[in-house]
């Protein structure tokens, strides 16, 4: 396509997704309040305090929680947009993989949202721990919850990485030996993410947090070998065919 048409085509994915997000953001609206105390629950234990700063500050939470869950109930649809216009035109044996890449994406990014919720409350045991003796840490709710939000997206989109980067290879634009290549500047980039999006009191923290993602990625590095592997097996049979086949052709008459 030109790019004036690919244009045109993001324009369409980015419409519809926005479409999902304002429909699931309004179920959202619905969920507040449970999920609210839920996020509030882990700054209680930790000893803090959240405080509204303004009148304002209610709604303003009430709309970012809105929009926060809309983008989880969401993920199907966007997950499907976003992979529709990195791989655009596949055969119909080819569409499979978007299947696969949907299947293990939406899994993974809830299960990194899960385990940034499991990382909440080691962050604030960290962080409010170091309110000096005969204070207490008033935290604005505001501030809180865009620390959260971002904890739970960072280790969200981290997990849907390793998936892309097999969906990526099993269209044949990315091979295993390429990664395989860079796997050093990986692991400091996992580690790297982990320790910024799930800051801990200690190193041990940091590693835990990245272990996950350190297996994922290796698990995926493997998958993408194997299937080049593979692939290069087809082509051979299949040049070895090919050749088989002009040997035994019949000569063309003068």
Same mark, same amino acid.
């Given at each position: 396509m030109s790019l004036k048409e690919h244009l045109i085509e993001l324009r369409n994915r980015l419409f519809i997704s926005l479409i999902a997000l304002f429909v699931t953001t309004v179920a959202g609206f619905?969920?507040?309040?449970?999920?609210?105390?839920?996020?509030?629950?882990?700054?209680?234990?930790?000893?803090?305090?959240?405080?509204?700063?303004?009148?304002?500050?209610?709604l303003d939470m009430l709309i970012k929680v809105s929009v926060f869950l809309g983008l989880i109930m969401s993920a199907p649809v966007w997950l499907y947009q976003l992979w529709a216009f990195i791989v655009p035109g596949l055969h119909k044996k080819e569409k499979w993989t978007t299947v696969g890449f949907i299947s293990a994406a939406l899994p993974l990014f809830l299960g990194g949202i899960v385990l940034g919720f499991w990382a909440l409350p080691y962050a604030l045991?960290?962080?409010?721990?170091?309110?000096?003796?005969?204070?207490?840490?008033?935290v604005t709710a505001p501030e809180y919850l865009d620390f959260?939000?971002?904890?739970?997206?960072?280790?969200? $989109?981290?997990?849907?990485?390793?998936?892309?980067?097999?969906?990526?290879?099993?269209?044949? $634009?990315?091979?295993?030996?390429l990664i395989l290549k860079n796997w050093r500047i990986t692991v400091f980039l996992i580690c790297l993410v982990a320790a910024m999006a799930a800051p801990g009191g200690d190193a041990l923290t940091m590693f835990v947090l990245a272990g996950p993602l350190l297996l994922l990625f290796v698990a995926a590095t493997g998958f993408c070998l194997y299937n080049d592997m593979r692939r290069a097996k087809r082509a051979a049979e299949r040049d070895k065919e090919n050749e088989e086949n002009a040997n035994n052709a019949s000569p063309l008459p003068d």
């Open positions: 619905f969920l507040y309040n449970p999920v609210m105390e839920i996020i509030m629950e882990p700054l209680a234990d930790a000893g803090g305090q959240a405080n509204f700063a303004s009148a304002v500050s209610p045991i960290f962080f409010v721990g170091l309110t000096p003796g005969g204070a207490v840490n008033y959260v939000l971002r904890l739970f997206l960072a280790f969200g $989109i981290a997990f849907l990485l390793p998936v892309l980067v097999v969906g990526l290879n099993m269209i044949g $634009i990315l091979p295993g030996k």
